[in-house]
């Protein structure tokens, strides 16, 4: 098995087209194998431009796990960015007061910085995954500062058809909890159109209410003042929900946002008004003791409010704040008593709990209510509110089998309550990587791969040094050699001994030619020719260079004729021949005409 994952990373040395086939396949055959990426970890970094797109999603992908595991955290806090890691000139170590401690300069791996530098171009690509792809790996391993570069190329998405904005528009959501600032200056982008589908407002809303800070909340609000008014109703209640969450979190316009919530109270829609009664249930949690006039008129409009939530949540606030509506209470209880059998089982319950909290305040009054309520829960078809009638019954009316437990009563149903936190519901959904349909459903998938933590100390790097072995150099052959052409250069003493040569060559012929000649005549004669020779010397020398160009080009003239002669032969042949089958052809009379 080992042999075979080696062979499947050896194959990326392949052509491009290739490589994503290739990480795919590694993806599903082995993908905790991260000790076979070391040696191609630089060049699949270097391929990731020439790769086909979705090879580029694959290797991104692959990339970003690898990241994870061999370098360390550029998000520590108090580190200082030092890449060049170089001292300036004046500076000197006597300066430096020795009790100071200095933060330890952070200092990037080459590799690092590659993988983030060689897919910074890919946020121009025209498919959305690769685009998607190359944000999710500045999120999870760029260093804070260098995280705003997607902010552009993720809004650009926004454009594309709705699936592609559902994607984007989730990570986004995600992203602006954490930081803000990455986003704000887009905030624009984000309004809804009236041509958005529910699901993009609802994320549109999500990110404007991220967003939402002391500076732009006014202009927020107005525009969330719009969204109220929308025919699409889940829309309209998610704004409510929204105005409550920026009410929540920014203490400065909370009594605005609730003054706006009251008003929403007489819409005619019943959606509205109940999503509204849930809002400012949540919030006068925060500040019960100062909005009392809010509870008796959400009071009022009681029995026009006909949707359950709503009705159960204008019972719990009857109900926690009793003792600051007195009054109001008790004739609340009453003409729930009346309504009881007919009510949902979520209304049925804040009766029961109504009871008995105002049966522990204001016996007096509620005393005979509580207990009719209370047997008409008995016999109810849930079970349970039988379940908790009984139970009731038990803890507030004293009695032989309740024992001590009624002395605890006022503790146990009127303890103070913490106020609810509205929170943002991609809050968690960080945990999960970015882009991964795990973080689209806010659950693990099958198959879903985490994302390691980042490593104390960084892995020796040199995992990925590859030695580069030189290619032995093939012989290939050469050029059609010429003849050699003779040196026309050739030094005076050369040619002195070639004439010499050449001058002993003809004495000894004409010895053998003339043999009457004596002894000393031959001397006399030599000694002549020598002195003749050495006085010559300097003009043969030139007379030789002329003798050796005319002999070269003697030969070029020879090896041309021959060459012609030899073409002119072979033409001679194929006439010949072609002559012969011509006269095989002819009858015999035409062959005695030729005769003749």
């Known amino acids: 098995m080992a042999d075979e994952n080696d062979a499947l990373m050896q194959k990326c040395t392949m052509p491009n087209l290739v490589a994503g086939s290739v990480v795919m396949a590694f993806e599903e055959v082995c993908p905790d194998r991260i000790d076979l990426i070391h040696k191609n970890y630089r060049k699949l970094c270097n391929l990731l431009v020439d ?7 694959v290797i991104i992908s692959m990339l970003t796990r690898y990241a994870r595991t061999q370098f360390t955290s550029p998000w520590k806090e108090g580190a200082v960015f030092d890449e ?3 001292k300036t000139f004046y500076d000197s170590d006597s300066e430096e007061k020795k009790g100071q401690i200095e933060a330890k300069p952070y200092i990037m791996d080459p590799d690092h910085r590659l993988l983030l530098r060689n897919t910074k171009p890919l946020l121009q690509s025209r498919n959305t995954a690769v685009v998607m792809s190359v944000a999710q790996l500045y999120w999870h391993l760029a260093p804070k ?10 809004v650009r998405l926004l454009r594309s058809h709705r699936e592609v904005q559902y994607i984007v528009l989730q990570n986004i959501a995600t992203m602006s909890i954490q930081r803000k600032g990455m986003f704000e200056p887009f905030m624009k982008s984000f309004y809804v159109r009236s041509t958005d589908a529910t699901h993009i407002k609802t994320l549109k809303l999500e990110i404007l209410t991220n967003l939402a800070n002391e500076a732009n909340i006014s202009t927020i609000l107005r525009e969330f003042q719009t969204y109220v008014k929308s025919q699409d109703k889940a829309f309209a209640a998610a704004t409510i929900q929204a105005i409550g969450r920026c009410a929540t979190n920014i203490s ?12 929403l109270l007489s819409n005619r829609d019943e959606t509205v008004v109940a999503e509204s009664v849930v809002v400012i249930k949540k919030l006068l949690q925060t500040q019960p003791t100062q909005h009392s006039e809010i509870i008796k008129h959400m009071a009022k409009l009681f029995d026009n409010i006909t949707v359950p ?13 009793c003792e600051r509506v007195p009054k109001i209470a008790p004739d609340v209880l009453r003409k729930m008593a009346k309504t009881f059998t007919v009510e949902e089982d979520i209304v049925k319950l804040q009766t029961v709990n109504l009871a008995a909290k105002l049966y522990l305040t204001n016996s007096k009054q509620t005393k005979l209510l509580t207990q009719y309520i209370l047997n008409l829960g008995k016999y109810d078809q849930n079970y349970d509110i039988r379940d908790r009638t009984r139970f ?15 002395k605890y009563a006022r503790r146990i149903l009127l303890a103070p309550k913490p106020a609810p936190v509205l929170e943002s519901a991609f809050k968690d959904r960080d945990r999960y990587q970015l882009g991964t349909l795990s973080h689209s459903l806010n659950i693990k998938a ?47 003493t050369q040619m002195m001994k070639m004439r010499k040569k050449r001058k002993d060559h003809n004495s000894s012929g004409d010895e053998d030619s003339s043999g009457s000649n004596s002894n000393s005549e031959g001397q006399a004669v030599s000694e002549e020719e020598s002195s003749e020779d050495s006085k010559k010397t300097s003009s043969d020398s030139g007379r030789v260079q002329v003798d050796l160009k005319a002999q070269w080009s003697n030969q070029t003239k020879t090896r041309r004729e021959k060459d012609q002669k030899g073409a002119s032969e072979e033409k001679r042949v194929e006439v010949k021949s072609k002559r012969e089958v011509s006269l095989l052809d002819l009858d015999d009379c035409e062959l005695s005409t030729l005769a003749l």
């Open 252 to 263: 400065e316009v909370t009594d605005t946002c609730l003054n706006g919530l009251v008003l």
């Open 309 to 321: 939530m709503a009705r159960a949540s204008i019972l719990w606030l009857m109900g926690e704040y």
């Open 145 to 154: 500062h260098e995280v705003s570069i997607v902010t552009k190329s993720l």
């Open 446 to 492: 099958t198959g879903y791969q985490e994302l390691s933590d980042w490593p104390a100390v960084a892995p020796d790097q040199s995992v990925r040094n590859v030695e580069v072995i030189e290619p032995v150099k093939e012989w290939a052959p050469l050029a059609k050699e010429r003849p050699n052409k003779p040196n026309l250069m050739t030094s005076s």
């Open 392 to 406: 009731i019954r038990q803890l507030i009316v004293p009695s032989e089998k309740s024992g001590a437990l009624n």
């Open 84 to 86: 060049n890691n170089e």
């Open 51 to 57: 790769v086909e797109e979705w090879g580029q999603v």
